[in-house]
């Protein structure tokens, strides 16, 4: 798809300088990601690009999913039910190249996880609140996602059911 075209020598070179810095290479995979990203809008290829998206964030979730057990208070069920807003910004982004009936496809299974989601709730903590600690700035209040375990085991087997239909597994 041409993507290889987007690393540049000196970004191999800095991975494997930092592989034991996580920080650095977070960084590097952001630059990485967004070169990608751009090589392909360029190209006229974002019909893949929608499709590698799609396929990216359904494979992310998949293994998250995998890895995190239901327990309503550890922060990784939270984040993972954050994932619902994330998932609108992807469909809103697909939408763009519906025209092609392979992305009308995913944006149909997408929007059905959605769907999913959607039975998951907010609570509203108060006002969002920014106090002194350790010398930074955090923020406090804000909502929070309510999430049962009957919601998150329907959104993993959701999530597991289009990466299925997506690696023909």
């Known amino acids: 798809i041409g993507v290889s075209s987007s690393i540049d020598p000196s970004m191999l070179k800095s991975l494997e300088k930092n592989m034991g810095n996580p920080d650095s290479l977070v960084e590097i995979a952001d630059n990485l990601y967004f070169s990608s990203f751009e090589t392909m809008q360029n190209s006229q290829q974002g019909t893949t690009l929608a499709l590698s998206v799609a396929g990216g964030y359904i494979e992310?979730?998949?293994i998250a999913c995998g890895l995190v057990k239901y327990d309503k208070k550890n922060p990784a069920v939270e984040r993972i039910a954050d994932e619902k807003y994330t998932l609108d910004n992807?469909?809103?982004f697909m939408k763009k190249y519906e025209s092609d009936a392979g992305v009308k496809e995913t944006i149909a299974k997408l929007e059905d996880l959605k769907n999913t989601f959607n039975q998951v709730t907010e609570k509203q903590e108060g006002a969002v609140a920014v106090?002194?600690?350790?010398?930074?700035?955090?923020?406090g209040g804000g909502s929070e996602m309510q999430i049962t375990e009957a919601q998150y085991k329907a959104i993993a087997d959701k999530v597991n059911a289009i990466r299925s239909s997506f690696t023909g597994k």
């Open 60 to 62: 992310g979730l998949s």
């Open 90 to 92: 992807i469909i809103d």
């Open 131 to 139: 106090k002194e600690e350790k010398g930074a700035k955090v923020l």
